[in-house]
């Protein structure tokens, strides 16, 4: 028989936390913490594989099940004194899902299981109060009616309006015992009406019915969204779990609350949390009353924390907060509750934190021994370093101040208010920056924060739905603004007098806590301090140079302070487009001869000889590769009327040769086209320009500072060894013309992009005349999928969406087909050049899991965007210690 | 010490047939019937390995060359009898190319070699004639001029119109031996003020500036275009043939020609060859005299064949004939000459023919033993077929002869006259038919008559170069038409007062010799006889089957008749373009939802079900593929403004709406955009409209019939297993539906194409679930290589042209890049289903050298257009005998 069930109570535990495959993250911790003798209520947890079984076997359960479930409950009985059902000290219990990776609020949860009309009397006499009682069995109703039985929350929601009405109140907390138990009355007639059926009394059947809706929640569409954004598989599944419930709602000696082992935005090592006196831990999350703040240093003038209110409580707590920081080396995030001034722990996990707080913590962490500098440089998401590496608001910059609330995800934003999350969505789709302001946030809202660029709510604490989620999404984000009054309908928000409405510009500082109108001047980020120490102890460890994509002084000074080790990808008609050479490379395609274009790229030579001798500058002592020309000539042509007349005025031809050489450039798939050393072939001299503009730079630079640099020139587009032999030969032609006549010789590097199948196919033959291939990931993702970047919007997002497609193979590298490709260019290229320098330059060059790729196959480097350097540098380290643990050589 | 140089003589050679790699063609088949005895002077060939040398090493000989030429020259001497540079009985050389191939008049010859001013003398004195011995003098100069010192033709032809207006007669037999002795000195002048030297008189050296200019020839550009429309690597090289002069010019009981052994136009096991009395061979080759027939059997009233003329020579040569074919059996062009009575053999060589006579030649052999069935099979070149299979003049049209002329090369042909060989092919271009019209051709043509669908000449015979060239290239050529007057600067030709201007119509019969003025119809060829026959033959060696691309009924039933195995790809995107169902299709494109969609796809139901019915109809008992839609919706809207003005009245929408949704659907793209099976993700009930189609239609059929078919449904643009998985499962669905309503079921398959790399790269993944991969080439080919077929004409051609690729892609797969993604997709896809039906259908499964691949990698079979079907029959039948040679398994 397979264990479907593991148990725990404080003390004992079939499981532990290494266990969360099996157990899910929550049920693991909470063995984990129960094994280390923390005051844990018993429970047991059913395995996610019991929930694989289930979808696999068209919602069936396993067999055996059942029995190991009964035994389970039994021993939560004898632990806790309690009995299941019984109508004098009657046990309940929590049913809450928990799969392998946190994924807040997206499953289901049924809490006070066990209630019904006798054991209510029971807990009534138990706990010596009948409101008490009789308030846990209408929420208990409430949440089995609408999580278990569908039976739309509102309905629940307009009886206890009813009843205030009737009764003249205002809050719930005015409602006596006997308005409670009046309030299951007509909660049960709602179920009994709205399923056809009363509401179950025998709580097996409730148990059974809860886990069903847990484990049905699984495939609930905002766990799937969840599951999409978060790339969590299906074939996890979630756990259920099992507890004795205790609670914090049975007086003012009672509380529950949430917390981080240390503050989740800085990082500083301080007890950070929020609780609520007299409440259950719902009341928390769902940010319907703002809670308190746990530690005194936290509180503000007038507030009272858990350490004044309730010091022994907190003093254990803050025991169990330094015990589980040192088990499991790593910030926690709990969930606790004080019944009568016991201390209950009902959740642990490794917490959630902003990005700058995990490069803190992991830096604190190594230096207070918990962890080794390896480690440290494992603890932190290289995609979050995103953040701290984006602007801030300038702090000299003239603002106008709107509303503040609560720093509850750094970094800053500007963009345009909406209202919905729809809205936002749609807004960002056509790329426009927006800030999606809401009175609180639910997972309905997901897609929306995702597309935001800023997120502010009127309602909720720092650890509210739109808190956690938008720290986890890097979003910056604004909280409970309470100064802030959002209309729906009229899609406006006030602050006082102020109205902003939909549309409207607003800028948010996430880091403080505040809302301004308009737009507000930014600044670069700081580079030093923790961030400096984290990239220096990740470059100890990575193996992959990470070169940046750069064609400007401006992104080559940017890829130098980020700590780039070269340029990887100049791409040099990004130097056409400047106005006051775009005139010249026009002429050029106009040209009815080789004569014409020489002439106009003569024009072009001190232009491109200039930007090589600024990169060559600003990057001395390290490579910089530079591509030559490879788009379509037709890009650099006028697309507008007025351009169109303005071009053939300059050129001193007509409007319409100017459309007919046009026409005659245009193709049906460019991407396919004349282009690149395509282009080489046929148009020699555009080549030969840029290759003497290249080796003149060199030489110049090298004058002038004293070290040669060593261009990598780099031919685009070979799909046939002979193209690039061609090329190769001409390139050289050029160089000894130059060496001639400066009487002076550089090194340099003549090498390919390997992005088209044909030439990873044949890379072999090609390997033998190049000195480097740089993977030109863009391209092979298109050709290897017959997909055009430009116009895979169509469907790629719902193949995504879908499945079909597990991620965005232009975001991460698709490593099944185009990672094969590169692995047989990589084998075959080695073959004819064991040595041969071997990097890539695709946008996958920043994307860790694909550095992670990169590394495995032993690519020399990656080439990113400037402002990925650091990201992919971490990445690149952690691929490097990853790499040793699983992939021992 | 290398072999250079083979010596051969009458009963003696160093070399043989078997060594055409090493001494050429020429060379190796000299060796060869000196070897067995047959009547050749005495000479000695210098291998194409000197030729590699010589441009490997900056034109420079290899060392011992010439100590093995001196020696080598030495037996020439010893046989021949005559010494060379002698005073008295001079020995002359012929120097002349010979590559692996023939190349008929690409590279040089230099005859009458070892001539100078003492050697003059001994010839005139040895054959008593000092006219021949000074013609034969001013013959050498000329030519030793024009091709090794590089003097232009016309100043040696002007020096003759000189002396004759001089002399004041107009003939060349009219002048005597002291005007060609004048001429000569003359010759020499123009010599010397053209090159500043004097015309060298040493015989060594003019040998070396011979072998030199035959070396160079090379590489003359004639060559390098003959070799790339033959596609022969440039590395071959040739070898240079050094042998004892004979002539043919030395009176009337001399004479020169040239035969083959067999009728070359059709193929009938007559004496066929023309020649000339007192004449040298180039007289006969280049068409300036009109030559006689050789046998009596083609000589028309008047006419004295050499059968008349020299009896006993012409004994001798049938003689020679018989032995020749009994040896090589293979019918063979041979050249010869008759000196005083005496015949000696100048070259034999396996002949070209015309695909008839190819055809009854090899039926023919194998019927009088000389070769076996296969080797019948073997003989005839597949392309050539093609021209068996196009039609020919319809022999009830009405038609209005122009003029007659010799039926040079085979097969009939209508288009536009030009009378350059730039217009053939620049109007050829446009996609006009074109009939290239000359007096002769010379090399410098070859572009035109490759351009042109037919040729026309008004002077040379059958050998000449128009002739032999028209039919190596399957053209119709109709030569020598004397009653035809052409004039270039009129661009006009008349017969009597008939007047035919460049770009009026023309229709040429070459297997009739006629001409008529503008269009006659055509009727489809016979495919029985020796044709049948032959497909019988290759039938029962070929393993690969052979299926056709066929849509329509008439494209089925040709297929079925030219022998096909079943379609292999049927484009259902075809079926919409019908004007009967474009409507549904657009309104299908224009609906704003499915059920829309779905209400314009049942309009096509029953034009698809009958669509596919005809085709299982036609097709009864094999196998037929359909693939499901393909294209990109917007292939499908209408392009002009009228059309688009009527889809906005059919549809009941604005004209701005079709546009709107036409700008939606456009890609930037195509190729790679939202098409194949991302249409079918898409748009589920394209394809689920399309399956029920298929399935309806063959329980139909299968009632009609009682032969079920067996559709096999193919899934386009698959490169994710998962597509695939979705489609299968709903053409499952859809086939479930069907068998329950019709109470009925039938077996079908179910495959992919395997289009795009990543398909292939994950080809075990696919396979797993397909029961067939089709690999659809043409779209691999786009994929593999970044190459648009649309845009590729920029620069393809030049590709093709320069030797970067050796051939069009998309007419030859692509063996080394497409190839190997090939064979990675078979051997990943046998991984995971051994058994897998594999074949492919894009345009390569017509072509000879692909199908040969397919045949390699062991695929099931190849699908061709249904024309190409014949063609891909005898390939498949030549591969899987030149496959059990070559690849011994």
Known sequence: MRKFVYSFHQGLSDGGAAMYDLLGSKGANLAEMARINLPVPPGFTITTEVCADFYANDRQYPTGLEAQVDAALKKI????????????????????????????????????????????????????????????????????????????????????????????????????????????????????????????????????????????????????????????PAEWGTGVTVQAMVFGNMGDDCATGVAFTRDPSTGINEFYGEYLLNAQGEDVVTGTRTPRPLSKCYAKPGEISLEDALPEAYAELDHVRQTLERHYHDMQDIEFTIQRKKLYMLQTRNAKRSAPASVRIAIDMAREGLIDKREAVMRVNPQSLDQLLHPTLDPDAPRRLLAKGLPASPGAASGVVVFSADEAEMRAQKGEAVILARVETTPEDIHGMHAASGILTTRGGMTSHAAVVARGMGRPCVAGVSGLHIDYAAKMLAAGSTIVRAGDTL???????????????????????????????????????????????????????????????????????????????????????????????????????????????????????????????????????????????????????????????????????????????????????????????????????????????????????????????????VAAAVFNERRATIEYDVGTMIELPRAALTADSIADLADFFSFGTNDLTQTVFGLSRDDAGRFLPRYIESGILAKDPFVTLDIEGVGTMIRIAVEKGRTTRPDIKLGICGEHGGDPASINFCEKIGLEYVSCSPYRVPVARLAAAQAAIGSARTYPS
Not at 150 to 178: C, M, P, S, W, Y
Not at 559 to 571: E, V, Y
């Open 507 to 733: 800028t948010i500082d996430g880091t403080k806590g505040e809302i301004f109108v308009g737009l507000v001047p930014m600044v670069e980020p700081s580079l030093s301090g923790d961030f400096a120490i984290l990239m220096d102890w990740a470059d100890e460890v990575r193996r992959l140079k990470i070169r940046a994509n750069a064609e400007t002084p401006l992104d080559a000074e940017t890829a130098r302070k980020f700590g780039a080790d070269g340029i990887g990808l100049s791409r040099t008609e990004h130097m056409f487009f400047d106005p006051e050479r775009i005139g010249a490379v026009r002429q050029m395609i106009m040209a009815p001869d080789e004569t014409g274009r020489r002439s106009a790229l003569d024009k072009l030579v001190p232009f491109q000889r200039r930007d090589f001798a600024d990169l060559f500058r600003i990057m001395v002592g390290l490579p910089v590769t530079i591509r030559l020309l490879d788009p379509p000539l037709h890009e650099f042509l006028p697309r507008g009327e007025l351009e169109l007349s303005e071009i053939a005025e300059i050129l001193g031809i007509t409007r319409t040769a100017v459309l007919q050489r046009s026409a005659e450039l245009s193709e049906a798939n460019p991407m396919l086209g004349h282009r690149g050393c395509r282009l080489g072939i046929s148009f020699p001299e555009i080549y030969e320009m840029q290759a003497r503009a290249i080796f003149e730079a060199a030489l110049d630079v090298a004058v002038e500072t004293g070290m040669p640099p060593r261009p990598e020139i780099m031919v685009p587009l070979v799909s046939v060894r002979r193209e690039f032999e061609i090329i190769r030969a001409q390139i050289d032609r």
């Open 77 to 232: 009985e004898e632990h806790d004194g309690r009995n299941f059902g019984s109508k004098h000290k009657p046990l309940l219990v929590s049913v809450r899902s928990g799969a392998r990776v946190s994924m807040p609020g997206m499953m289901d949860t049924v809490l006070n299981l066990g209630l019904n009309d006798v054991t209510v009397e029971g807990l009534a006499g138990s706990a010596d109060d009948a409101r008490f009682a009789w308030d846990s069995y209408r929420r208990f109703i409430q949440m089995y009616g609408s999580v278990v039985l569908g039976v739309a929350h509102h309905r629940f929601e307009e009886i206890i309006e009813n009843v205030k009405i009737d009764e003249g109140v205002v809050e719930d907390t005015q409602l006596a015992a006997q308005d409670w138990h009046r309030i299951v009355e007509a909660y049960k007639d709602v179920v009994r009406a709205e399923t056809g059926k009363p509401f179950p009394q025998d709580p097996h059947d409730q148990l059974w019915g809860a886990i069903g809706a847990v484990f049905g929640s699984w495939m609930n569409q905002r766990a799937i969204t969840y599951r999409r954004l978060h790339e969590i």
